[in-house]
């Protein structure tokens, strides 16, 4: 009788008196899910007296800041996960949300740290861009993927990098479109990059800000394709498309997440970073020895990983300095198949001996490195020239 009064007062708001009933039957009387329904009851109370309080200490000075907003809103959001049918404490969380998304960038840029990191993440999508903008990245950064991958897409590439369990860097590429292979006016383009079609990447992913390094190989490999390369930040060489499957396979395995080659399609959207011309930074070639270390001033040898500047979305190296292996097969007519019509998430043909390699190496020239520049390799055949760079799911 006493749980059923309980259950009418719940429903009715009077917390207090519903705890009070239950404290009046023997604990071992209760049933298992009356002493989880007592001590719910029991939560419920210590973290509504809590919100109390803490509203009680923002108005002592007549006034709630907007640190104060952010802390307030906390509360309530954490009350109402416990009990969602408080209506007075849904009103003014209402009332916090609606004060919260009318503050503007500049005092949404001043919020401390330490409050914004404790807020709900689904409370971040709830508000407009310009003021999503203004919240500092390492802020928006831990929010759960599934929340993250919501953003806009302006919001996703100001994140900062993102490190796995060995270090390697990754930035979260948004999802999107872009135009595919060289158009018909590029005379000197080859056929293979022919026609420019449409591609639809559905699917947000995270690219290595880097090829993969020697150092960040040994990690998981333990043997060295190339002893006689030196230094830890370089990219590693010497490997095949065969090596850099079975260290993605390893990797994925060590952490539990999906490592992979990037596709052709991907590789590409990502070294374009919304560019349409030869390179990332357009079609001026003279800019390209500040990006890229290529034939006209990498001295015959490839480089430290990071050295030349990075395109929009933050990534280094994708012209030049090593070749890079994508996960698709090889067919010099695959484009063909597509055109005017919109590809979506392309992963290449499905038969094939070669596979793909993108990006150009140290003593290639300005035209081999460009974005849309196609190339083939043996999946078993070691290069100095071949390197990779990793993929990972975002899960």
């Known amino acids: 009788a006493s749980y059923t009064k309980t259950s009418n007062f719940l429903v009715d708001q009077f917390l207090r008196a519903a705890l009070d009933l239950t404290k009046s039957v023997t604990p071992v009387r209760l049933r298992p899910s009356h002493r989880e329904f007592r001590q719910l009851l029991e939560t419920i109370s210590k973290t509504e007296t809590a919100l109390a309080e803490l509203l009680k200490r923002c108005k002592a000075d007549g006034v709630i800041d907007p640190d104060e907003i952010v802390m307030l809103l906390t509360a309530t959001s954490n009350y109402r996960t416990l009990n969602p049918n408080n209506r007075e404490v849904n009103a003014r969380h209402d009332e916090l949300l609606q004060q919260f998304q009318d503050l503007s960038p500049t005092v949404m840029s001043g919020l401390a740290a330490e409050h914004l990191g ?35 897409s302006e919001i996703l590439l100001k994140l900062p990098p993102f490190r796995n369990s060995l270090g390697i860097m990754f930035r979260l590429i948004p999802a999107g479109e872009f135009l595919m292979g060289s158009d018909s006016v590029a005379s000197m383009a080859h056929t ?11 699917k947000p992913f995270y690219l290595g800000v880097f090829p993969v390094t020697k150092a960040e190989y040994l990690q998981v490999v333990r043997s060295n394709p190339y ?25 994925s395995d060590q952490e539990g997440v999906t490592y992979s080659l990037p596709t052709e399609a991907q590789w590409e959207y990502a070294c374009r970073a919304g560019s349409a011309g030869c390179w990332c930074f357009g079609n001026d070639e003279s800019l390209l020895r500040q990006y890229a270390w290529y034939k006209e001033n990498a001295g015959k040898r490839p480089h430290l990983v990071g050295q030349r500047k990075p395109n929009a979305w933050g990534l280094h190296d994708m012209h030049g300095n090593v070749w890079e292996c994508c996960s698709d097969r090889w067919d010099e007519n695959y484009y063909r198949q597509f055109a005017g019509q919109l590809a979506v998430d392309p992963h290449g043909p499905t038969a094939g001996s070669h596979r793909v390699i993108r990006g ?15 190339e083939k390799n043996l999946p078993s055949d070691q290069d100095f020239e071949l390197g990779f760079r990793l993929a990972r799911a975002v899960s």
């Open 118 to 152: 404790n807020l709900p993440p689904e409370l971040f999508s709830m508000l407009p861009s310009d003021r999503l903008s203004s919240i500092p990245g390492d802020i928006l950064a831990r929010l759960p993927v599934d929340q993250l991958v919501l953003l806009p």
């Open 192 to 202: 293979d990059e022919k026609p420019q079609h449409r591609v639809r990447i559905t």
């Open 227 to 251: 002893p006689g390369q030196r230094d830890d930040r370089h990219p590693i060489t010497y490997v095949s498309w065969d090596h850099a499957e079975e260290f993605c396979r390893r990797l």
């Open 360 to 374: 150009g190496c140290w003593r290639d020239g300005a035209w081999v490195c460009r974005a849309a520049y196609r």
